[in-house]
């Protein structure tokens, strides 16, 4: 499906929507493949304001109309029990969009439907999406979707999101909807519960609320502490006639009240699931269910996602560490032919050559590595298995104070540690989330794979290789673990749906791959194209000689290593794989077993990978965290990479590794 480009009709470059819908539903279900669908590329993900919290925002211009459409965090209530949940909420009921599309896994109505009737319970315009029909009707579930039209007052629309399927209508029903008088259905509960509704909602009436009378005498028996507190400053009074009806519900029952609202609207959806769907034939296994019954295993699941992981590190590292070699030798070499026969070698032709190599440097990376890395890593999503993955991770993340899906920033940090940054905010706390940036700025990305294989793998072997990564590995899970303690706030619990395997929608995966790989360009390359033109004018005014000897206590005296590596500790800073290139210009010789010892060449190893990664990264972590955070990460690992190089140096003499 394709869609028309909107002519901007407004001030300052951004028209006015005649439409604004907002996407809800719960993790999972399809949501993000359909604004995929609408918007394609006339989108931009930012943050919440206030949050770290995904903001998706895009426009389409359909049959004339300008539409605003926001993807809404997915979540499982309106409980306000989460970050997520509060944005949600407040957005539906105080921004009041003019239709709200509930994107719902046709395959689990019942379970969907409690969500579905928080929604209508908050008033806005509803539309009903029932996604995944194709799954549905290979378990043998048909759904009446005129029937649930009726029993819950809004349109039902049916799709297929990753074939393009019914997209159109969801809009054609959103635009009708919009220009009709929305009533939302009155979902009734019990009878004792709805005799203490009425006279919630009649002492409510005559105080000025953001939300629905009957919502907010919902969430005040459930005991929600914000809406109470709402309420409290207009009138007290209403709060101690709560807290008596609260007493009646929980003496009838014997459950607390929020219990109770809870299992009356479990019931109310159970039984309109019940009279709009049913079970027609029990189907075979399907190729998909056999291979979750690997993907999970206690053992095969990890051998699986052994093989999975290796498969992807042997495309990114294998076919983009040849991709690479072009960017960085054989264009690198051309291009600068060219700039010196064009420009010549005077120091300004040498700085603007620094910040050209820059960008040539950041392309290298960018389509090699990275761009790869997001098209498996999105393609694994789409599929289904990342969440597998994240579940056999879990109990391992835990033990790092974080859940099992700090794995997925974790796996794009070999590409890169600046998208492995971006991809932190799929945590669900702030606490997490600092955990996990910790966590992936220590693991080796491809910049300093090839510094360690160009040292020590070529002269001490590969099991002093993976003797090092797991060595990194173990620190990054150690200081993730320390940090869980001293962080303030909660961690959490996965508690997440295991969405159905479904074929990948090469559509959404390009897109968000193209949205990311954008992301991380517009990030990363200001900050290093500045401090890339800046070391070379500290080269040129022969301030980099003056810095070894400052930094030689530490290089020499404590790492054991020449004093010209000094200079390496800034050029780290810029560029990772810039160290070998630099190290062979100062030791004079590119067999670097002439002139640094074993235990030299495991200490620099050492120090590069916990080093912090490069400039890029600093952009990503002022981006997503604040300067003073970043100052704090960044001091904190390089003198995490100093002191542990030092140790390592000494227990390795001890060792007699000279």
């Known amino acids: 499906m394709r869609w028309a480009s909107a002519p901007d009709r407004g001030v300052g470059g951004r028209a006015t929507p005649d439409l604004r819908v907002a996407l809800a539903g719960q993790a999972n279900v399809g949501k993000s493949v359909i604004f995929n669908q609408l918007t394609g590329l006339h ?192 009138s007290p009074g209403v709060i101690e006639l709560t807290d008596e009806l609260i007493s009646e519900l929980e003496h009838i029952h014997g459950h607390e009240s929020s219990i109770i609202i809870a299992n009356e609207r479990a019931c109310a959806a159970n039984q309109i699931a019940r009279r709009c769907m049913k079970i027609v034939k029990p189907r075979k296994p399907t190729l998909g269910d056999r291979f979750d019954e690997i993907a999970t295993h206690p053992v095969l699941g990890y051998m699986l996602a052994a093989v999975m992981l290796a498969g992807i590190f042997f495309i990114v590292f294998g076919v983009g560490g040849a991709v690479a070699s072009f960017f960085e030798e054989d264009l690198s070499e051309l291009m600068r032919e060219a700039w010196i026969s064009s420009l010549g070698t005077a120091p300004s032709s040498e700085v603007g050559w620094s910040a050209a190599q820059s960008i040539l440097f950041l392309i290298g990376l960018a389509i090699p590595y990275i761009l790869p890395l997001y098209f498996l890593v999105f393609l694994l999503e789409n599929w289904g298995y990342l969440a597998r993955l994240s579940f056999l991770m879990d109990s391992l993340m835990h033990k790092a104070g974080v859940h099992g899906k700090a794995v997925i920033p974790m796996l794009l940090g070999f590409g890169c540690n600046v998208p492995a940054c971006l991809a932190t905010r799929v945590m669900d706390t702030w606490k997490e989330r600092m955990i996990a940036i910790l966590m992936t700025t220590l693991v080796p990305c491809s910049a300093v794979t090839v510094v360690v294989m160009g040292l020590v793998g070529r002269y001490l072997g590969i099991s002093w290789v993976i003797g090092l990564y797991l060595f990194a590995l173990l620190m990054a899970f150690a200081l993730g673990s320390a940090a869980s303690r001293i962080l303030p706030g909660e961690s959490v619990e996965l508690i997440m749906e295991m969405p159905s395997y479904k074929a990948p929608s090469l559509k959404t995966i390009l897109t968000m791959t193209w949205i990311r790989l954008r992301e991380y360009i517009k990030i990363a390359a200001p900050l290093i194209v500045v401090i890339g033109a800046l070391v070379k004018i500290m080269e040129i005014f022969g301030l980099l000689e003056p810095l070894s000897k400052i930094l030689s206590p530490l290089t020499c005296g404590w790492l054991g290593l020449p004093e010209e590596t000094g200079v390496l500790l800034i050029f780290g800073i810029l560029r990772k794989e810039l160290i070998l290139t630099s190290l062979a210009a100062l030791l004079g010789t590119l067999d670097f077993s002439q002139a640094l010892t074993a235990n030299q060449m495991i200490t620099f190893s050492i120090v590069t990978i916990l080093y912090i990664p490069c400039a890029a990264t600093i952009s990503a972590l002022l981006k997503e965290t604040g300067a003073k955070t970043t100052l704090t990460i960044t001091a904190a690992e390089i003198g995490l990479a100093i002191l542990v190089g030092g140790i390592a140096s000494k227990l390795l003499l001890l060792l007699g590794i000279n």
Request: no cysteine; glycine share 6%.
């Open 43 to 234: 989108q931009h993900i930012a943050n919440w304001p206030g949050t770290t919290v995904d903001k998706a925002e895009g426009r389409l211009y359909y049959k004339g109309l300008l539409i605003d459409v926001v993807d809404l965090p997915g979540i499982y209530s309106l409980t306000h029990l989460s970050l997520e949940e509060r944005i949600s909420r407040d957005y539906i009921a105080k921004e009041k969009p003019d239709v709200v599309i509930n994107v719902v896994d046709a395959t689990a109505l019942e379970r969907h439907l409690i969500f579905t009737l928080q929604l209508i319970e908050l008033g806005r315009p509803l539309v009903l999406v029932l996604n995944m029909m194709d799954l549905a009707e290979k378990y043998g579930i048909e759904i009446n979707a005129e029937a649930l039209e009726e029993e819950l007052g809004v349109p039902v629309i049916a799709t297929i999101a990753t074939r393009g399927k019914g997209i159109s209508r969801i809009l054609d029903a959103a635009i009708e909807l919009s220009r009709t008088s929305y009533t939302p259905k009155k979902i009734r509960y019990g009878e004792e519960v709805e005799k203490r509704l009425e006279m919630l909602e009649s002492a409510l009436k005559e105080l000025d609320l953001p939300y629905p009378a009957r919502w907010v005498a919902l969430k005040l028996l459930e005991g929600d502490e914000e809406i109470r507190e709402l309420v409290r400053v207009r």
